[in-house]
């Protein structure tokens, strides 16, 4: 209102200006023709005075509206900038919903865990199943099992994520849950290596299902300036399923049986699978509560809007306009396709080059010495969701581009960490599993954080296609870091393998520059 009133009171005052200028010319040309035949010097001054001071009071009025067009701005600009910030503004929550979404992380923690107990089951048990003569398999009949798995999970994540969008999140965790436990059963029950292939295949397309639905519920319970510490801390799934899975899998065939390796997990997987569907929520409005985020509006309109837009969403649509039409999307992907080389590239190949090149005397002295990624990778994680969220609390501007600056940093601490294992002596083993669990550290939260920003960069509605586009993209680099690094090792030697993994993170600095002031969805609307 003031903002008006400062535009008329500036109109106001250059016309009031206006009239006054044509009176005085009026009246000095009424003088000026009924003087006398000759002027004197001193009325062509005083019209000169005249005129300099009309045209002085002309550019006053110009300027007090130009002042006020200027402010009106200014106001327009921090009102724009006081509404994202209140976007992005923490509310006051009760303790009921605390503790409810207290529950609904601890579901997802856990069942994205007992994903990695029916993933990793067959590597754990493939040793009984060789030594079980009755099935007649061998390395490389476990070889053929396996390399069909990571081929359907890309490409599943992918599908997962795009159909997810329509679908509930909790129904899609839970459900997929169930089904790869039930797999897990099944091949344990089986004896012909036909059927373990096509049983494996279907346990990778199904495992696509897990990080999605995940991401979801993270996007829609945690609010952009908390979501990056819980995102760290779901992240930490991936270590506790990977911790677990050799205790249970392992333990369960070597005293039961090889079938019980794969029976044990599944079982659970099933149990937890069941839980999720009854008990999880995919958003604090299913559960009456408001949503965490300010969109704009009251709670009442945010509900009836979400009714009347999901039913119609379209597939095609949401991953073309919403996913696939923007270019951050695609500097995320790219970025996820570097990092995924260096961390399958550094997992694969760090106990080789220790026993190659540094003289570790066996496998089992190099894996002690790289058991220190997944730790540092936890931690990393952890501390980069918790650093990103205190640098979009502590200053304004772009939450996405905050996080991605983080990226940066981290790929960069990553570059270095490698050219020190490539330089550390052989003679010092404990700076060695030092430096593994900084790379660890450092890797890990770029892999947690782009995943997190594809999330926040294209709103609720596609979350699901985001994580699933970028998830298989990230599968890609991971499967150039088998075959093509192995070649470049045989033709070229360790300093073009570390070369190759410094190089990629070069490319994944590079690919992030133009992103370092992106602002997420929610800041955007």
């Known amino acids: 209102m003031n903002t008006l009133q400062g535009f008329n009171r500036a109109f106001s005052v250059e016309s009031y200006t206006d009239k006054l200028i044509f009176t005085k010319k009026q009246h000095l040309k009424a003088t000026f023709y009924a003087s006398s035949k000759s002027v004197s010097t001193q009325s062509l001054t005083n019209i000169n005075i005249e005129t300099h001071r009309s045209c002085t009071e002309r550019g006053c009025a110009r300027s007090i509206r130009r002042s006020f067009l200027c402010r009106a701005e200014n106001n327009g600009n921090e009102a724009n900038s006081v509404h994202v910030n209140k976007n992005l503004e923490l509310q006051e929550y009760s303790k009921q919903f605390l503790r409810v979404r207290l529950g609904v992380f601890l579901s997802i923690l856990i069942g994205y865990s007992c994903y990695y107990l029916t993933r990793n089951s067959l590597t754990f048990t493939a040793p009984a199943m060789v030594a079980t003569a009755r099935l007649g398999l061998d390395i490389t009949s476990i070889g053929v099992i396996t390399s069909i798995f990571p081929l359907c999970y890309g490409c599943s994540k992918f599908i997962s994520g795009v159909v997810g969008d329509a679908l509930s999140p909790s129904v899609m965790l839970g459900g997929g849950l169930i089904a790869t436990g039930l797999v897990n059963i099944i091949f344990g029950a089986s004896s012909i290596l036909p059927v373990f292939c096509v049983l494996w295949a279907m346990n990778g397309i199904l495992q696509g299902f897990g990080a999605p639905s995940c991401a979801k519920i993270l996007t829609s319970w945690f609010a952009s300036k908390e979501r990056g510490t819980y995102w760290g801390m779901w992240n930490i799934a991936h270590n506790l399923g990977g911790f677990t899975a050799p205790i249970l899998a392992g333990t369960a065939a070597r005293n039961f049986g090889w079938s019980w ?52 969403i379209n597939l095609w649509e949401n991953l073309l306009h919403n996913v696939l039409s923007n270019p951050f999307i695609w500097g995320l992907a790219f970025t996820y396709f570097c990092v995924y080389i260096v961390r399958q590239g550094i997992t694969s190949w760090s106990v080789f080059y220790l026993i190659k090149e540094k003289g570790v005397m066996d496998a089992g002295a190099a894996a002690v010495r790289v058991s220190g990624l997944e730790l540092g990778g936890l931690v990393g994680s952890l501390m ?18 905050k996080r991605i600056q983080i990226v940066i940093a981290y790929l960069f601490g990553v570059a270095v960490m490698l050219m020190a294992f490539r330089a550390i002596p052989a003679a010092m083993p404990i700076m060695q599993a030092w430096i593994v669990f900084m790379i660890g550290f450092f ?11 594809g999330a926040e960069i294209v709103g609720r509605r596609s979350v699901g296609a985001s994580e699933g586009f970028l998830g298989w993209i990230a599968y890609l680099g991971a499967a150039n870091a088998g075959v093509p690094l192995s070649l470049l090792v045989q033709q070229f030697g360790w300093d073009a393998f570390f070369f190759a993994l410094i190089f990629a993170c070069v490319i994944g600095m590079f690919l992030l520059a133009p992103l370092t002031g992106a602002k997420s969805y929610l800041q955007r609307q």
């Open 261 to 312: 390796g794969l029976w044990a997990p599944g079982i659970i997987a099933v149990i937890i699978g069941a839980f999720i569907i009854l008990t999880l929520k995919d958003s604090p409005e299913a559960k009456g509560f408001k949503p965490v985020e300010n969109t704009g509006g009251s709670n009442e309109e945010a509900t009836k809007q979400k009714e009347v837009i999901e039913p119609k």
């Open 443 to 453: 890797l890990y939260g770029p892999q947690m954080l782009i995943g997190l920003c």
């Open 384 to 401: 980069a969701g918790r650093i990103s969220d205190w640098y979009i609390a502590s200053s304004d501007g772009g939450a996405v581009g």
